[in-house]
């Protein structure tokens, strides 16, 4: 039963991620994410890791998505579904990529060779992870709030509009600035 | 015993380092003059409280191995910041430090008013400190590196008046043909290296350890390969034979670097290497006869390029590289001592002839300055009569040319007579002793006869400039004249610390002390020649040695005979000579046309080489294989268009082509 | 109910770090009270902040701490390379002050970032568990996104910020696979009990998870410091990014990633030593190759060298293969070294570049030894240096590197590695060619020296040529350093 409901979330998480690839309206691709975060939460439940699932479904379905609609909406980018679909060089090595990982883990299922060190599954009450979370990986926590504070000093700072100049118009076409090699004969 | 030896290079280091950062803000000639003395002073200094403290020594302890500190370690490989004491290394530094100070004195009144006044005197000091690392140097790479320090200094110097091309050429010159000795010296010292560590499994760089380890090596064979690489390093840096061409054109350079680094220092050493190396060099028979042979050689050819040479520095020149190729012909002679005693007192007399005539050239430049003349202040033909003029400069000029002309009683004398019987008396060359003698004995006659030419030239007879530049003529300033003076007073007396035995027993059984000095470097050298000599060590009577000494002074005297008779009494005869003989004239006015037959065969050749490599090489490989590195990469099944293109995907199509080849290999195999 | 006891934990290991990280967070806070034209204080207190960290991090020299359960350690290796962390940030604080001002780009919030890249390095060094590791390099690079991109009205800067970040966000997903897959492997990310598993096992590569977890962990590290086939962001980001942020990079991430992959490599897999020095000896002769060969034909000098920067990976790749305590001391050495001459050059590039057009060309440097002496020779030097030519810390550096490779009997290797030293030999006397032999086209009157930068250079030369000359009193605390971890 467990199994047959994992092999039909696993399907439902992959094509709404390849759809929210290949879509071009971008509300809908969002849309087509929610639907897989929710398989993949629906999974995490599965393997007895409640917290991660419900974590999952708040912060990347909620949180994350929502946002990202929004601002979808409120920027108001026109029609892009109209616009030209990405040349297969742009995103071959991306496919490519993603073939390599789903071989290596055929791989490393096939092969048998490996027991997994990780501990048989089971449900992990809340506390033990704080626990966890908090005694063994303080400095993790500490630093990813660090990295946070300033990746969005980051992005506040690039984002920020010089004063002097403001309004710049977005250059449209797409120019290569730089990089090509010189090929002087 | 000796910790502080570390101060001699330091203090010239540090001369630089002030003179080089702040030179340029002190703008004060005297301050930065004096800086650059004063460093070479310490040094001296120094130098002498060392050289006291080995003679306390009993002889046989007279060596010392002063470890700095570890310069880098790995493995078998081992090479110290480490300086060797030893009665060599002491004698060496004692040149270089005095008569390096008396260089730099004068150098202060030389180059009063020029431009880059600190930069001259940085560079000076470099080149004291990377002199002073060479002859230190307890290893191979630490006197590789001050090899090569003392080369970077003499191309700076050479090329110091860069504006003047003829310096930039020069400065060319002398670095290609030094690239030809140094590729020697490396070759040497890596084939020695590893030849010891492989066979004996003795992996040093170190000159005791090596010499302590000398006895397991064989006679000839890849011995005589290791000398004759380390003696093309010597012909490079000592101007011999072949690779002598660039000493004369290195006179572009100011006069006090042609005393400092092309006469006294510098020149000298690849005959030093050979000193410091003598156990290795034992070892080939064959080496010390090539040594030998292209030390004669050179010391009868430049002799004789130098008769008929106009420019008064370049007449010094080829007699520099004459007089070196004397201490050669005692290297290869086996006569270790003699050689290092003819470096001595040939510092002495050649520096001192040098400065004289940067002293007359000085005065000669100014003089037709005043007058707006474009003459040539170094032609000889303009000069003459500066005798009146120049009182003190011409005594001690004529003091040091009566030392290198070989006059009893002069240090010249004593050394290159050493030299010459060594030359002819020692068992090693059987037959051709005598033809080395021979060539010796008309060189030494060459360079008396030159040397007067051109002392009567310079010094006596009309001025040939116009009389109103005569007026301003001039003796030089005493920071000018004390140095001159100097260097006189030991070109006189520096030969007497080494008189001949034979002249020892004469008065009284005086001995040797120079030779008895350097004793403790060269006795097992010694030993070990005796016994494997070639031909047995032949008995000559005391007679013999005798005449040969009367033959050179006469010949020496005949040299200077002629010289008189052509430049005082009758000063027609040279013109007649070279109107009778005009194609002989010629051959010897253009040095045997040497510079024209190495241009024909080594520079046009090595020029259509380079336009080759630039127009083939550059342009068809380098630019060929980064375009066909692209182009590979383009056709590979046409995925990746430019490798380089500046789009993001492009460059993911790398990543991602690594990560699929490595995991496929691994996963894979 | 009982309650989750917080365990006391010893914060020495990462005093630094805490400190950095409170000074970046309060120099943003003083930042918004600094008005715009003064934004230099902001540096200085910075400069003055490295300082007191690297007194910190020398006050601990030579203890052994753990800290939060193993995930952070306090040993001599990381306290060296927390040293060129520091040394480059220090640096390139220097030379940003000058540079910035005149691209009219000196906004407060460069030094913090700064600081905060320096935070993640240290982490990355310092770090035991892979997941301290990976947030150490996360933390790096995601201030460097920014720093690359720091000059936001220039197009070429933006550029290399989005390049930097899309690629950078790539090899991140390598990185972390691998870290999942080691951890699938073996049930921990502890670097310790990675080695315990791995030491077990009979025959350690043949455990497939383990040795993807491995190379690809390899191939994220090979990015981060620029090695072939993962090298295509450098001379793109290299060349548009800010110079004195170029200097930053060229150095402190390359180092950084050097540090957790010894540290990755030598004792978690120390047992498949034998894999990855394969790897890795095709990954130098790769990196040392392309690096040179690209560099040959390169006009713009700070493209030329982001190539030779990858050069420069690939001998430290060199010793990496070796494997042995003399090649990864040469590593640490080499790239303390590195960390001198190449921010030195840089310094001398950011001087040579003139308002609006910072990103010179190599004859852009004619005639320059004739108007600028001492900085032509301060120049010489590095160029010198980074040649490999003695008397001069590179020398020493490349010595060590080949040795290591020649101990282990990667005679070809060695080989190789002195052939491209040669090749490389020709580029950088180029620019020597055009600043002493050729007639100056330039005046150079807009060049001005400030202090910050003339102490900058004056550190490099003076670390360039000490480490040539006197290598020992460096390169002893390497080797200390590398034998305990």
């Known amino acids: 039963m467990e199994q047959i409901i994992f092999y039909i979330l696993a399907a439902v998480a992959v094509i709404g991620t390849v759809l929210a690839i290949s879509e071009k309206h971008p509300v809908h691709a969002i849309l087509y994410l929610v639907t897989s975060l929710f398989a993949v939460a629906v999974v995490f439940y599965l393997l007895m890791a409640p917290l991660v699932a419900v974590f999952e479904v708040i912060l990347y379905a909620g949180a994350i998505m929502v946002l990202f609609l929004f601002v979808i909406m409120m920027l108001d980018l026109g029609h892009p579904e109209k616009g030209f679909s990405p040349h297969w060089r742009e995103w071959l090595p991306a496919l490519l990529l993603s073939l390599v990982s789903i071989a290596s883990l055929v791989m490393v299922i096939v092969s048998r060779h490996s027991q997994l060190a990780v501990p048989a599954a089971q449900s992990i009450p809340i506390r033990e992870v704080s626990r966890r979370l908090f005694q063994g990986h303080g400095v993790a926590v500490e630093l990813i709030s660090l990295q946070l504070l300033f990746a969005l000093v980051g992005a506040l700072y690039l984002g920020k509009q010089q004063a002097s100049s403001p309004g710049l118009p977005p250059s449209s076409a797409p120019e290569r600035v730089s990089g090509s090699e010189e090929k002087s004969p | 015993m000796f910790d502080n030896v570390w101060l001699i290079p330091l203090f010239p280091l540090l001369g630089f380092l002030i003179n080089g950062l702040l030179g340029k803000k002190i703008k004060n000639e005297t301050v930065i003059g004096g800086i650059g003395a004063f460093a070479v002073l310490c040094s001296f200094a120094v130098s002498c409280m060392t050289i006291l403290k080995l003679l306390s020594l009993p002889g046989e302890e007279r060596l010392a191995n002063v470890k700095v500190f570890t310069w880098m370690t790995c493995g078998n490989f081992n090479a110290d910041i480490a300086f060797l004491i030893d009665p060599l290394s002491c004698v060496m530094i004692m040149i270089v430090t005095g008569v390096g100070f008396l260089i730099h004195i004068y150098s202060i009144g030389y180059m009063h008013g020029e431009e880059g006044f600190y930069r001259f005197f940085a560079y000076l000091n470099l080149f004291m400190f990377s002199m002073l690392l060479l002859v230190l140097g307890n290893n191979l790479l630490l006197m590789f590196v001050g090899w090569e320090g003392v080369g970077l200094c003499s191309y700076l110097l050479i090329g110091y008046y860069f504006h003047k091309k003829s310096a930039g050429d020069a400065g060319k010159k002398a670095f290609v043909m030094n690239r030809v000795g140094d590729f020697g010296f490396l070759l040497g010292a890596f084939t020695l290296y590893w030849f010891m560590g492989h066979n004996f499994n003795v992996w040093t760089i170190q000159f005791t350890e090596l010499g302590k380890n000398a006895h397991l090596l064989p006679t000839g064979g890849v011995v005589t390969v290791i000398t004759l690489c ?36 510098m020149v000298t050493a690849g005959v030093y290497m050979i000193g410091r190396m003598n156990f290795l060099f034992i070892r080939s028979p064959e080496t010390l006869m090539v040594i030998a042979v292209i030390g004669a050689c050179t010391a009868l050819f430049a002799a004789t390029i130098g008769t008929a040479q106009n420019d008064i520095k370049r007449v010094l020149a080829y007699s520099t590289v004459s007089q070196l190729g004397y201490m050669f012909l005692a290297m290869g002679s ?42 040539d202040a170094q032609d000889m033909r303009n000069m003459g009569g500066l005798k009146s003029k120049m009182p003190l400069t011409f005594l001690t000029f004529l003091l040091a040319t009566i030392a290198i002309a070989g006059i009893p009683g002069f240090s010249g004398f004593f050394s290159k007579d050493e030299i010459l019987w060594q030359a002819f008396a020692n068992p090693h060359h059987g037959q ?11 060189a030494a006659g060459l360079t008396a006869f030159y040397m007067f030419r051109l002392v009567f030239m310079t010094f006596f007879g009309e001025c040939r400039i116009t009389p109103k530049a005569k007026d301003h003529l001039h003796e030089s300033p005493m920071v000018i004249v004390i140095p001159l003076i100097v260097l006189a007073g030991l070109s006189v007396v520096g030969g007497y610390i080494g008189i001949p035995k034979l002249l020892g027993d004469l008065f009284g059984g005086i001995p040797n002390y120079f030779e008895h000095y350097l004793e403790p470097v060269f006795r097992l050298s010694e030993e070990y020649m005796a016994e494997h000599a070639a031909h047995g060590v032949a008995h000559h009577s005391v007679a013999l040695e005798w005449g040969l000494m009367g033959t050179s002074v006469v010949i020496a005297l ?31 006015y253009n040095k045997w046309y040497i510079d024209e037959l190495y241009d024909y065969v080594f520079v046009n050749p090595c020029k259509a080489l380079g336009r080759f490599l630039w127009k083939g090489f550059d342009v068809v490989v380098v630019d060929g294989v980064v375009n066909g590195v692209a182009k590979v990469v383009m056709s590979f099944g046409g995925i990746i268009r430019y490798m380089q293109s500046g789009f993001v995907y492009d460059y993911s199509w790398s990543m991602a082509f690594g990560v699929v080849v490595i995991l496929g290999y691994y996963l894979f195999k | 109910m009982d309650m989750i006891t917080i365990p006391a934990v010893n914060m020495t290991p990462i005093m630094p770090e805490i400190f950095l990280s409170v000074l970046a967070m309060a120099l943003l806070l003083i930042n918004v009270f600094v008005p715009s034209g003064q934004k230099s204080y902001i540096g200085y207190i910075s400069f003055i902040g490295v300082i007191a960290a690297a007194v910190l991090v020398g006050t601990g020299w030579g203890m052994h701490v753990e800290s939060f359960n193993g995930a952070v350690v306090q040993d001599n290796f990381a306290s060296f390379f927390k040293m060129i962390f520091l040394l480059a940030a220090g640096l390139a604080i220097l030379i940003s002050d000058q540079y910035m001002v005149r691209e009219e780009c000196n906004h407060g919030e460069l030094y913090p970032l700064i600081l905060f890249t320096v935070v993640g390095m240290m982490l990355m060094a310092a770090g035991t568990d892979l997941m301290t590791i990976f947030l150490g390099l996360e933390v790096m690079s995601v201030s460097l996104y920014v720093l690359a991109g720091f000059n936001r009205e220039n197009r070429k800067s933006n550029e290399a910020g989005l390049k930097y970040f899309l690629l950078g966000a790539f090899s991140t997903g390598f990185l972390l696979y691998g870290m999942a897959l080691t951890y699938g492997a073996t049930g921990s990310t502890r670097i310790a009990d990675i080695a315990t598993f791995a030491a077990q096992q009979s025959l350690p590569s043949s455990n497939v998870m383990l040795l993807a977890g491995m190379l690809l962990m390899i191939t994220g590290f090979a990015f981060k410091v620029a090695a072939a086939p993962f090298h295509m962001w450098t001379p793109d980001v290299y060349e548009g990014a800010p110079t004195p942020m170029t200097a930053f990079m060229s150095a402190g991430p390359k180092a950084a990633g050097f540090a957790a992959a010894l540290r990755i490599l030598l004792v978690s897999f120390s047992t498949m030593q034998a894999d990855w020095s394969q790897l890795f000896w095709v990954l130098a002769v790769l990196t040392m190759t392309v690096g040179n060969i690209t560099a040959l034909r390169q006009d713009n000098i700070k493209r030329m060298l982001a190539y030779s920067s990858i050069a420069h990976a690939g001998y430290c790749l060199v010793g990496f293969t070796a494997g042995n305590p003399t090649g990864t001391a040469g590593i640490m050495f080499y790239m303390l070294s590195y960390t001198f001459m190449n921010i030195g050059a840089f310094a001398i590039i950011v001087l040579v570049g003139k308002k609006g057009e910072p990103n010179g060309n190599v004859m852009d440097f004619a005639g320059f ?29 490349k010595f060590y590197l080949f040795s290591g490779a020649i101990q282990k009997g990667y005679i070809w290797l060695a080989v190789i590695g002195v052939l491209n030293s040669a090749a490389s030999v020709y580029y950088y006397l180029r620019v020597m060619v055009y600043m002493y032999m050729k007639e100056p086209t330039e005046e150079f009157d807009w060049l001005q020296v400030s202090a910050p930068i003339a102490l900058s250079l004056l550190i490099s030369v003076t670390g360039t040529l000490v480490l040539g000359v006197v290598p020992s009193i460096v390169l002893q605390y390497a080797q200390e350093a590398i034998k305990l971890i």
Not at chain 2, 347 to 373: D, E, P, R, T
Not at chain 3, 369 to 397: E, N, Q, R, Y
């Open chain 2, 558 to 588: 005949i040299g200077i005979g002629i010289a008189f008779a052509l430049y005082v009494v009758n000063t027609s005869i040279p013109a007649k000579f070279t109107a009778t003989f005009p194609a002989l004239h010629r051959a010897v």
């Open chain 2, 230 to 265: 380390f003696f093309l390093g010597a012909t490079g840096k000592s101007a011999q034979i072949p690779l002598y061409t660039w000493l004369p054109d290195a006179m572009e350079g100011p006069t006090p670097v042609s005393a400092l680094i092309h006469a006294a220092t």
């Open chain 2, 334 to 375: 086996g006569a270790f001592a003699a050689g290092i005693f003819h470096l001595m007192t040939h510092a002495f007399f050649k520096a001192c002839l040098f400065l004289g005539s940067g002293a007359v050239i000085h005065s000669m430049h100014h003089a037709l300055h005043h007058v707006h003349s474009h003459d």
């Open chain 3, 369 to 397: 030894g004739f108007k600028h002496p001492a900085l032509a020779v301060a120049m010489s030097i590095f160029l010198f240096s980074l040649a490999g030519m003695p008397p001069t810390a590179g020398f020493i550096g």
């Open chain 2, 432 to 442: 051709l002793n005598y033809l080395l003698w021979g060539m010796g004995a008309v």
